[in-house]
């Protein structure tokens, strides 16, 4: 077992996280109940920032805001100097709402819809990241009509395989996101952007995947890259004032996850990225990153109520708590691991190793296959760690469960930053038969 940031266990044998008794939480705003050590983010965001500013690089550092998008995480990644990525124009709102300078806002997608790039472009929006040749056309046609200079960056599939689950892999050639960067579509849209006055290219994005452990995929990506921007200096002049090399940092789910340390990821690219640019005779470009789970999947936790258990001789030990693949569908979807505690008993003896199951009404709606546990009782909390990141963003109101609340924790204070979805709140878009409402 290993404890992440602020977490420890208290006097009462509690799980203790940000200074506040875990189970103290749960009485409060009920389960499940994601909680936020708010210090562990902070320290992550000044990581990836500091290791750029030390070693003098100009850089931005854009939360992936689809790993937890709400407006209190928007405003503490606006406190810790961050820029944001967002890839709807729903992410958007979101950060609109939360007041995020929109020109420190980067926009991402395969398939942005002309209102949200009209609605992008109104907002004075930093940078779009064009994916593909509609949207490039659509952009400038946009950006005509409303009589702007839109920045753009646009992201190449390097066709690189990163080593991560095959569901979430992006950078390879068959992909549906980016240009390619072997086959001439790069060339074709880079010679678009720039022959476009209403378009200003800043440069090239790339994103080869999530969860990667080592940096040999984004070494190989800036390669490619500079590969690329050789050529594109020699045939067109065009020289990029950013490189992004997107997100995909990734972090410790359980023991037998190896993540590198923030400032580790980024030394090694920026060396890279250094020596490319040194060998090209290039001015050193601006390095944009896009972390979204190294800045807030460790610093999550889920707290659930723990309800029935059901015990398959020979077999299995069950135990459900109170939520499951509505809150955190990772295990469903990736077989992603997890690993957890009893919160308020978490010294105790582990006595069996039991299956996590949720409440859901389907039988692949398992949390963990093998958690050694004390023997655990209805009554009793699991924390489970490690959500941060893809589980609100992900949870869903399958079988008409409301969705949890969010709790921030940092100095012994807690605050409300989501509250829980209520029976009324899962009604609140439904329209009753007209028949019904007209009796
Ligand atoms: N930039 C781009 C262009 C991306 O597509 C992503 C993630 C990120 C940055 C942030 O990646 P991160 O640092 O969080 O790994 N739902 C999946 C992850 C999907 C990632 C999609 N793109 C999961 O739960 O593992």
């Known amino acids: 077992m290993f404890f992440h940031g602020t977490s420890r266990v208290n006097e009462k ?44 690089i100009k850089a931005q550092v854009a939360y992936a805001s689809k790993a937890f998008s709400t407006v209190a995480m928007v405003q503490l990644a606006e406190e810790e100097g961050l820029s944001l990525d967002v890839v709807s124009g ?33 907002c004075g929006i930093g940078c779009i990241v064009v994916d593909n040749f509609y949207e490039l056309r659509l952009l400038e046609e946009i950006s005509r009509k409303q009589e702007r200079t839109t920045a753009i960056l646009i992201r190449v599939t390097p066709g690189i395989e990163a080593h991560t689950h095959d569901y979430i892999l992006t950078g390879q050639e068959d992909s549906k996101f980016g240009f390619d960067l072997n086959n001439g579509q790069a060339d074709e849209a880079l010679t678009l952007a720039l022959n476009s006055p209403s378009l200003h290219l800043l440069g090239v994005h790339c994103h080869i995947g999530s969860q990667i452990f080592e940096t040999t995929g984004f070494i190989l990506a800036a390669k490619k890259i500079f590969q690329k921007i050789a050529y594109w200096k020699e045939a067109y002049g065009f020289v990029p004032e950013v490189v992004n090399l997107g997100g995909g940092f990734g972090i410790r789910y359980t023991s037998e996850d190896t993540p590198l340390s923030a400032s580790k990821y980024v030394e090694n690219i920026i060396e890279e990225v250094k020596q490319q640019a040194a ?7 601006e390095i944009w990153i896009e972390p979204g789970r190294s800045l807030v999947g460790d610093a999550g936790t889920t707290i659930y109520s723990i309800g029935s258990r059901k015990e398959v001789p020979n077999v299995r030990h069950y135990v459900a708590v109170d939520g499951g693949m509505s809150d955190n569908i990772r295990p469903a979807l990736y077989e992603a691991r997890y690993e957890a505690v009893l919160a308020n008993r978490v010294l105790d003896e582990k006595e069996e190793v039991v299956a ?39 949870a869903n109101n399958y079988n008409r469960l409301p969705r949890p609340a969010v709790v921030f924790v940092e100095n012994g204070e807690a605050q409300l930053v989501v509250r829980r979805e209520t029976y009324e709140d899962l009604v609140r878009l439904d329209v009753p038969l007209r028949a019904k409402v007209n009796q």
């Open 90 to 122: 729903g992410e958007l709102y979101t950060a609109l709402k939360a007041g995020f300078p929109p020109e420190r806002i980067h926009f991402h997608g395969n398939n942005k819809s002309r209102e949200e790039l009209e609605m992008a472009l109104e």
């Open 13 to 56: 044998g509690h799980l203790e996280i940000g200074g506040v008794d875990v189970v103290d939480l749960a009485k409060e705003y009920g389960t499940p109940l994601y909680i936020y050590d708010v210090a562990l983010i902070r320290a992550r965001a000044r990581a990836f920032k500091e290791t750029f500013e030390k070693h003098g």
């Open 356 to 394: 996590i199951a949720g409440k859901c009404c389907e039988s692949g709606d398992m949390l963990i296959w093998d958690l050694p546990l004390p023997k655990a009782e209805a009554g009793d909390y699991l924390a489970v760690f490690c959500t941060g990141a893809y589980g609100y963003s992900m």
């Open 279 to 285: 060998e090209l005779g290039i001015a050193m470009p």
